[in-house]
Every structure is written in C-alpha cells, then in structure tokens.
C-alpha cells in the first residue's frame, strides 16, 4: 500500500499519532487530491491484481480439464469403464480400479464419519477445559497437517501387519479414515461453534438435557457445515495414492472385490501405473482414467452442494 | 459466532454459484465430447487400430492370442482356484501382468492372480515376510534379502524370465555420436565428472565444444542400480549433476527435444519413440565392437554390458498349491513366454532356456546362482547351468 511520503517521517507521539490512526481527513494532508487520486489507482490496482490472481487458478484449470479431455476422450469408452486392465491398451479398462475406490469410499465414510463427528461432539458440548481436552486439540491440529505417506507407514504396521489384515479393501479403508479424520473433526468443531449460543440457551431454557439440545438443535444446525467438512475429506481419500501405495494396494487386479477383507485397487493407482508405460496408446488411456475420477470427484461435490443447500434452507432462525 | 438470518441466504446463493460453475464445467466437457473424437473418429469404432504406434502389431494380435491359446494344458486348468499374489520390480511388472491376464482367462477365472509393484527391493521384502508368492526382480536376490528369507524359513526357486536392454540414446539432431566406449560412458557418467566434465570434446576430442545435457533414471530404480554397476563399475555410484527421473517417458521427452541431450532407459522405450530418438551403439571393449541393442544382439547377449535378465522368485512352499504351481508353469511355457513378452516390449529367451527354466522348477531346486551378487558378465547358461544354493 502506498503511502504518502509525509507519512515516512518519524513522528512525536501524541494526539497527531492518534488522528493518523483514526484516518485523518485527507484534505488536511500535504498534497491534498493528488494523494486521493493515487490512493484510488492505487485501490484498483489492488483489484485488478486480485482478479488476476482469481483468473490463473481458473486458467489452469480450464487449460488441465481442456489437455485432458482432448487426450482422453476418444478412448472413454463404456468397454472402458465396464473392462479389467490388460496388456493391450485398446482392451484395458477401469472396472476393478474404480469399483475398488467406490469401496474403499464407502468403507472409509463408514469409518471416518461416525467417529469424527462424534469426537467433535464431545470436544465442543462436552469436554471441558482441561490439560487433556488441549492435548487432545493440539494434536488433531497437527494430526491434520502429518504428510499422507505417514500415515500408510502407520496403516502398514499397525492394519496390516499387527492386527494381519493383508492388503484389504479394509486395512486400506482403515487407513484413509485415520488420514481424513482429523478434517471432518476439525470441521465439525467448526460447524457447531457457528450454532448462536441462544439457540441453545433457549432450548436448555425450556428443559432439555444436554444430549437432546445435542441431537434435537445444534446438528440440525451445524449439518451444512459438517457436510461441507466431510464431503471435502471424503475427496481427499478417493485422490490420495502415496498412503495406500505403501501398505501394498495393487496394480493389477481382474476381478472385483467381494468383501472387505479382499485385495484392491484404486483409480489413482491404475492411472500412475499406464502413465508410466512406454506405450503412448496407455497415456491416452490414463487420460481417460483421470476423466472417470474428475467425473466421480464433481459428482461428490455436486451431491454436497445439494445437500447443503437443502439442509440450509430447512433452517429457520 | 453471530449468525444473522440472511447468513444463511447467501450461503445458498453463494453454492448454487458454484453448482452453477460445476455445471458449466460439465457443459464445457460435454461441449468437448463430440468434437475431440473428430480427429480419430476411425479409431473410435474399431479400438484394435489405437495402436498407430505400433501398425506392424495389430493387425497380427488377434492371430498371435488365437495362436498361444493352445499353450494350455487343457482341462485341468478350470479345475483349480485359490489366489496367487505377486509383487516386485516395476520392470518384471509388464510380464507378470501378461501372465496374469491370460492364465487368468485360461482358469475361467476361478483364479485370482494378483500383481503389485513395490520395487525389486520392496518385493523382497514381502517376499521374505511371507506375504506374495512370487517376487518380480530385475537384479539377483541380495545377500542381506537371503538372509531375511532363510531367518523367515522361506525357500524359492530362482527363474530367469526374460532379457531387458538398457539403451543409451541421444537426440536424433545430434550428428556426431555413434558409437560410444563403455570407457567415455564412464567419464561421463562417474562420481568423478561431477562439475568438471560438461562438454562433448572432453570425452572425445573431435566432439564439438559444447555442453551436453544428461538424463537419467532416478536412484530408487533397479535401472539406476544396473547402469551404474555396468559402467562405472560400482552399484549407485554416479554423478549426481544430471536430470533424474524415475519416469522413463520424462526422459525420453527430455532427450527428444534437447540438440545435446545423452540419456539412459530402458529399450522398450527406445522402442516406442525411434523416430524421436537415436541410439548409441556400444563397444564393451572386449574385442566386440560396436553392437546396437536390438532384439537379436539383446538376446544373443552380444550387446553388453547393457543387457540383464530379469527374475522371479517363488516360494518353494507355495509351489505346494495347485494355482501356484500351475502359474509358474504357464509363465515358463514356451510358448507362452515367446509371445507374451515379446508382446510387452522386452526379449524373450530362446526356448531351450524355458525348458532349462521348467526343469528347474519341477525339480524344485531351491537357491540362487549368484550368491548375492550381480549378473553382470554372466554367460547366459550359467543361469541355468550352475546349482544354485
């Protein structure tokens, strides 16, 4: 922000000190309108350089999404959703990588969202102040920022080698639910402090118990805020590669899944695996690959959006 | 912690905004769905002709699968079922897959054959905890992994499966390299060039005067691992000032569009992108001359020292299952192994060596023949020959 060159100078402290702060009419200032004239080029400079900086990141994006479907396209097929992968690119497809991150999907949900809300819960209506309650703050905040890959050597040692679940959808679901948890718990807090407190005054006001003012107003309430937290971790689980790389998902696999304790593989997987192949034909294939996550990954959100919205509106304050 | 009503309003107008922008994304990709095809709309209908790349091939596919369908041994085939879990080096992954995929159809699918890529190393690892089956290897078992399998009770069978070339390339605008010593590799490539050799005339005099560019692969990959035993004579060993990757394609692309360019990878690549690359042909100095890697010189073992064969390993016990067993024998069939490797870009043996393989196996001769150390000047037939222990 620029400032006028008067303003550089050191002043006396005082009650010119204090107008300065308060903003100082400007028509009293050395240089008068000339001054207002730069402080407003300055103020649309500023604006134009936040649009700017709005129009890259969409600019990327447009620029990816155009790269990719160009690339992917022709070979997005139903034989290519509807085929296990192959040697020969042109018969490869994407059944068993996508049907396996529906389920690792659906297992981690199971997992993730029933305890993460819960533990929420408890830290924002129940615990009290205590050391404990801190620790236990203090280490969600950092569990959130721990590099996935950690969390796959956890996974490995402790789902698949301590407790001998093999390389399963499980051991896997199991895994992505420790690495999401710490968001939706983070959000959840979130969601519930923007509750207004007299909405629970009142209700303790007419009788109820603590879990009935939890249950009966401050879910309801903060739900599109849960949802929103959830929906943005469930995205995570379904793009990371490097946790579920390290406890062993695999790369090829030609049959689906049949229960939890099965062998598995995802979508980001498959698509690294034909990225890397000589053959250009398998690079065409891995865009199409990326075009069926893209397509999952916005439908997720899609489907969040609405629900937030629909439970928005219900709300009536 | 105020929440006015309208609070809420603009929260939903805020995400029916970015539902709107959703759907015009979708708009923009349903936009682009009839158009991009338009380029190869005759590739669309008939997926078989994706392959420009590889025109010679498609037309015989469908011909070569009809001919290595007899390979199986007939019904008993469809009478066994169970899993049979493999893991290891990215670059046996290709063949195992293969494998996988038809003996799988050959089954009717009642068994389940798994293939995981963690590295040879990685591999091994499991391998010795008793979690696979069989293990993908590019290099010989090491000592310190034969001692992890004999701590953990677990015997294999060594088989070699296939060759694999590294190929030395340059830029195809790049006039004057040819071939190249195994001797200016080294100074190329050796710990010690690092800062101080950086122009084509200080590895041969009549090179132009200017800097060359080197590309190579990433120190976690066993082509790593090989190409530097193989020319600087120490595994791991290397200059660190070149440009990394453990994705081949990276390489080739950074060789194809750089006039100075020199890189290392594997031949399947070379093999995918000819018209954008030129190889180097390769003098062992051994009294040889100058050899390209080809299919031929690859498998005759006369393009050295750049030549390995690649590995499995399987455990001895599991050989025991009806499923395991009968995958390894489809694996070391002949033909089989002619048409499926070749299939996937790397060089089959000749077929005396299945055969040599399949005895092995049936045998069940436990052991490695290298004694943890690496291939690098084995004859072909000590693979086989010696008695691993």
């Not at chain 2, 790049?174 to 490539?189: A, G, I």
Request: aromatic fraction near 8%; proline fraction near 7%.
């Amino acid at each position: 922000m620029s400032r006028p060159p008067a303003d550089t100078a050191p002043r006396p402290a005082g009650v010119v000190h204090s107008r300065r702060r308060a903003g100082v009419p400007t028509h009293r200032r050395p240089g008068g309108t000339a001054w207002r004239a730069r402080r407003k080029a300055a103020g649309r400079a500023y604006e134009l350089l936040c649009l700017a900086a709005t129009c890259v990141g969409i600019l990327v994006l447009l620029v990816l999404l155009a790269d990719i479907l160009r690339r992917g396209l022709p070979t997005l097929t139903w034989e290519f959703i509807s085929s296990f992968p192959s040697r020969f690119p042109q018969q490869a497809g994407i059944k068993a990588a996508l049907v396996g991150s529906l389920w690792l999907l659906a297992l981690t949900a199971l997992f993730a969202v029933p305890t993460g809300i819960a533990a929420g819960v408890w830290l924002e209506e129940y615990a009290r102040r205590t050391w404990l309650s801190r620790v236990i703050e203090v280490n969600i905040a950092n569990l959130a920022g721990v590099p996935s890959i950690i969390y796959g050597l956890l996974g490995l040692g402790l789902f698949v080698r301590t407790l001998q679940l093999q390389r399963s959808l499980l051991a896997g679901a199991l895994t992505m639910a420790l690495l999401v948890l710490p968001i939706i718990i983070i959000s959840t807090r979130e969601a519930i402090r923007a509750v207004p407190r007299s909405q629970r005054e009142g209700a303790y006001a007419l009788g109820a118990t603590r879990s009935q003012v939890v249950w009966g107003i401050v879910l309801p309430a903060a739900l599109p805020g849960m949802l929103t937290g959830i929906i943005l971790a469930l995205s995570r689980a379904i793009g990371e590669t490097a946790p579920l790389i390290t406890i062993g998902a695999l790369t090829f696999i030609a049959f689906l899944p049949t229960s939890p304790l099965d062998p598995f593989t995802v979508l980001p997987i498959q698509i690294f695996n034909w990225v890397s192949r000589p053959q250009p034909a398998f690079h065409a294939i891995a865009a199409s690959g990326i075009i069926v996550l893209l397509v999952v990954l916005l439908s997720m959100n899609a489907l969040a959006i609405y629900l937030r919205d629909r439970a928005r509106r219900k709300l009536q304050w | 912690m105020v929440s006015h009503p309208d609070e809420a309003t603009r929260g939903a107008t805020l995400s029916r905004r970015v539902a709107g922008t959703l759907v015009g994304l979708l708009v923009v990709a349903a936009a682009c769905a009839p158009a991009a095809p338009q380029p190869s709309t005759a590739a669309q209908p008939a997926p078989a002709q994706q392959p420009a790349a590889r025109p010679a091939e498609a037309p015989q596919e469908a011909a070569k699968r009809a001919a290595q369908q007899p390979a199986k041994p007939g019904a008993d085939l469809r009478q066994i079922s169970g899993t049979v879990k493999i893991d290891g080096s990215s670059t046996v992954f290709p063949i195992s897959e293969a494998m996988a995929e038809e003996f799988q159809k050959a089954t009717g699918g009642k068994v389940r054959v798994t293939v995981g890529i963690s590295g040879t190393g990685g591999g091994f690892k499991k391998f010795c905890s008793n979690e696979t089956d069989v293990s993908d290897a590019s290099r010989p078992i090491l000592q310190a992994e034969i001692d992890a399998c004999k701590k953990n009770g677990i015997s294999y069978v060594e088989l070699p499966v296939a060759f694999d070339g590294l190929s030395v390339v340059v830029s195809p605008r790049n006039t004057f390299v040819d071939c190249m010593k195994v001797s200016e590799l080294k100074k190329m490539w050796e710990p010690a060039a690092q800062g101080k050799v950086t122009k084509w005339n200080q590895i041969r005099a009549e090179w132009p005067d200017r800097k060359f560019n080197l590309f190579g692969a990433g120190a976690d990959s066993g082509t790593f691992d090989y190409f530097t035993d193989a020319i600087n004579g120490k595994e791991k060993a290397s200059r660190g000032d070149f440009i990394a990757s453990e994705d081949d394609n990276v390489l080739v692309q950074g060789v194809a569009n750089d006039a100075d360019a020199l890189g290392y990878f594997g031949y399947a690549y070379y093999v995918e992108n000819p018209g954008r690359l030129k190889l180097a042909k390769i003098d062992a100095e051994k009294g040889g001359g100058c050899v390209a890697p080809s299919a031929e010189t690859i498998a005759s073992g006369t393009y050295q020292p750049l030549s390995r064969p690649i590995f499995i390993y399987v455990k001895l016990s599991a050989l025991e299952r009806p499923e395991v067993r009968e995958f390894v024998r489809f694996y070391l069939n002949p033909q089989n192994a002619g048409t499926l490797i070749k299939q996937v870009g790397y060089i089959p043996f000749p077929e005396r060596l299945y055969q040599l393989g399949l005895r092995r196996l049936e045998a069940k001769q436990a052991g490695t023949v290298f004694a943890g150390k690496t291939t690098l000047g084995v004859k072909l037939d000590d693979l086989f020959v010696k008695t691993p222990s």
